[in-house]
């Protein structure tokens, strides 16, 4: 009998032991209350009186699917990004949200298409850092009470209509011949006044005609009479 004890003892011991690794973190409720946040290594959590949810504390990347997004000057885009976060506080990642990364990946969708419906095209083509900061800082704001972190967002790509993407080429290759008919005048001009240069040097090295010429026929008839 008493071994039989003494096997269910350290069948319970070890039904009860746990090992967390470095980069996890374990949120225990005893009882169904909350009992604690522990971690790493190993940890003793009594079996059927307690329970513990795992939670990594390592970076998650997020890819935020396309998006429809009409911009405030009235171009229908598509806009996909991506999101870097981690989280901060186990226990508020556990008890104030039921699936943080699914909740932290719909807010990052709202706040895409929310922010980017307020600038014009030319702004989200030209200043993506200055957007980038404002989705980082309005998600990570929003996610604090849920105890995540956003460390970044990052819009990857903007997809235009088909005519736009027609219109912007046609527009390039017209500002690309107006700078080579530029730059082919510059260099007619540059020409014409290396010629004119080379002229006058060519004309101040040109020896002057000489005042005295050969004795003209009146000249040698004077001389004989």
Do not use: C
Not at 57 to 65: G, Q
Not at 102 to 126: H, W
């Amino acid at each position: 009998a008493l071994l039989i004890v003494v096997a269910a003892v350290l069948a319970y011991t070890y039904g009860s032991l746990h090992i967390l690794k470095q980069y996890e973190r374990g949120v225990t409720f005893f009882l169904g209350r909350y009992w604690g946040t522990k971690g790493p290594g190993l940890i003793f959590v009594p079996a059927f009186f307690a329970k513990i949810q795992r939670v990594s504390l390592r970076i998650i990347a997020m890819d935020i699917p396309p998006q429809d997004v009409i911009t405030r000057d009235n171009v229908s885009v598509k806009v996909n990004a991506v999101l870097y976060a981690r989280v901060k506080n186990p226990d508020r990642a556990v008890i104030e949200i039921e699936n943080y990364i699914y909740a932290t990946s719909q807010l990052a969708q709202t706040t895409l298409r929310s922010v980017l419906g307020e600038v014009e095209l030319d702004e989200l083509l030209a200043d993506r850092e200055k957007i980038n900061g404002i989705l980082k800082r309005i998600v990570d704001e929003r996610t604090e009470p849920w105890g995540i972190e956003v460390s970044a967002v990052e819009v990857k790509d903007v997809d235009l209509p088909t005519e736009m993407k027609r219109a912007m080429a046609r527009q390039g290759g017209a500002e690309r011949g107006r700078r080579a008919h530029a730059n082919r005048g510059r260099g007619g001009g540059r020409a014409a006044a290396q010629l004119a240069e080379g002229g006058r040097g060519g004309g101040r090295h040109t020896r002057p005609p000489s005042a005295r010429g050969p004795p003209t026929r009146w000249e040698g008839g004077a001389q004989d009479v």
